[in-house]
């Protein structure tokens, strides 16, 4: 998993409530084990009609947002089934940050083993950048991680909390597996100890 870098980036208004992983990949796609190439089908059933054509008014179809790299969404982002592809769609897509009210509790946790950060702020705070991510092309959102901040294009400039831990392992690139590597000598040192004493196995 790439570090998290600050990301000062279009930003895609998405209002709606209650977006769940459902609406985020569809369940037909979900036969990949690949955390790649997925991001073509995001938000499928909202951004393609039956024969694959584009709907122009969603926004993520909309030139000035199909580079988005951060999504401001209404409450609830991410209810529904626990499906770990809703994240690997989001990043695959080029989304690295996801801004609301709230988030689904499984669908928050594999946002950061994904390299997404999910930031939860007050309603009027979200209002704000929903706001400004209306602007399209002439607005730059900037989220700094590390300071803890988003920012609108003016630099009205608000605070979020998040787990230090899962900060942590954001800011160093650690997911699951790079968490395990880091503790190879003494997984190698317990293995080494388990082999002696048990060498008939």
């Not at 499906?83 to 690997?88: G, K, S, Y």
């Not at 940050?97 to 994904?114: G, L, Q």
């Amino acid at each position: 998993m790439e570090k998290f870098e600050p990301v000062s980036g279009i930003a895609a208004p998405m209002p709606l409530v209650n977006i769940d992983t459902d609406m985020i990949i569809p369940k037909q796609f979900l036969k990949t084990i690949k955390r790649t190439g997925l991001g073509v089908n995001l938000f499928d059933e909202m951004r393609y009609d039956e024969d694959g054509n584009e709907f122009p008014d969603f926004v993520l179809n909309k030139p000035a947002y199909r580079n988005a790299e951060i999504l401001v969404a209404g409450d609830n982002f991410g209810c529904g089934s626990s499906r770990e592809h809703a994240p690997w769609a989001l990043r695959d897509f080029g989304i690295k940050v996801v801004i609301s009210t709230s988030f689904a509790d499984i669908f928050h946790n594999n946002c950061f083993k994904n390299g997404i950060l999910p930031v939860v702020l007050p309603k009027e705070q979200v209002d704000v950048l929903m706001e400004d991510a209306g602007k399209g092309g002439n607005a730059r959102i900037t989220v700094e991680l590390e300071a803890q901040t988003v920012s609108t294009t003016d630099g009205t400039t608000f605070s979020f909390d998040v787990d230090p831990f899962k900060k942590h392992c954001l800011l160093e690139g650690l997911d699951d597996i790079g968490l395990s590597m880091q503790k190879m000598d003494a997984i190698e040192a317990f293995e080494g100890k388990a082999r002696a004493r048990t060498p008939w196995i």
